[in-house]
């Protein structure tokens, strides 16, 4: 009994060596939305501000990348017209594409922050909200003044993301990012609160679930053989 030979098949073998996580830089990252965003069908001048918004996030310790993969799989049977739009099709307001909607918050600026600071705006949110905060950065970077983005859970705070132009933080919980069912986007009222714990860029590569990124390259590979 002790000279029977123990067989692998080569799928057993590729399951035992394939790791948990890959550690990827962020010009891999770039790579991947890239590809991505190309094999979902946004039109090319507006890959490199997609990788541009995930980079972003990515630097400053957010998820962007999960965010983004989240997206991408997520909404493959709407349309990019779609997905753009603010009304769905089942007639409730919300959930249109993020990176879309960050087009938006720049053209609609000048309004969010006339409201006094912590007023929020009511915009209906956009499915994976945190890829539109990088839109809000470069808002608050050219006004010289710190955004605010609550991410609620049942009407609860459950995060707050701030940036102010090349920083930002989290405070609250990670899982909120994706959990939210409602959004705020506010100025934040320095005046009275002081200033948030705000960080630089400081990421220079993150480990990501080896899972979900072959979702990703799935998405990408079916996409390339049609």
């Not at 003044?145 to 989290?170: C, K, N, Q, S």
Request: some cysteine.
């Amino acid at each position: 009994m002790f000279d029977r030979k123990i067989t692998f098949s080569d799928g057993q073998r590729r399951r035992q060596v394939l790791p948990s996580e890959l550690r990827l830089s962020l010009d891999d990252v770039d790579r991947y939305v890239v590809a991505a965003a190309r094999a979902r069908g946004y039109p090319e001048d507006f890959l490199t501000e997609a990788a541009r918004q995930v980079r972003f996030l990515e630097e400053r310790g957010l998820p962007g990348f999960a965010s983004f993969r989240r997206e991408m799989l997520e909404h493959g049977t709407e349309t990019l017209t779609q997905r753009g739009q603010v009304a769905r099709p089942d007639g409730q307001s919300g959930g249109q594409c993020p990176m879309i909607e960050a087009l938006r918050i720049a053209q609609r600026f000048d309004r969010i922050v006339a409201l006094p600071p912590g007023r929020e705006t009511d915009y209906p949110m956009p499915s994976n909200p945190l890829l539109a905060v990088p839109a809000l950065a470069e808002c608050a970077r050219l006004r010289g003044i710190i955004m605010m983005t609550t991410f609620y859970i049942h009407e609860r705070p459950g995060a707050y993301v701030f940036v102010d132009g090349d920083r930002a933080a989290l405070h609250g919980s990670y899982h909120a990012l994706f959990e939210a069912d409602s959004w705020g986007i506010a100025r934040f009222p320095e005046e009275t609160h002081g200033t948030p714990p705000l960080r630089d860029a400081h990421v220079e590569a993150i480990d990501f679930p080896a899972d979900a990124l072959r979702d990703l390259m799935t998405l990408i590979e079916s996409q390339d053989e049609q």
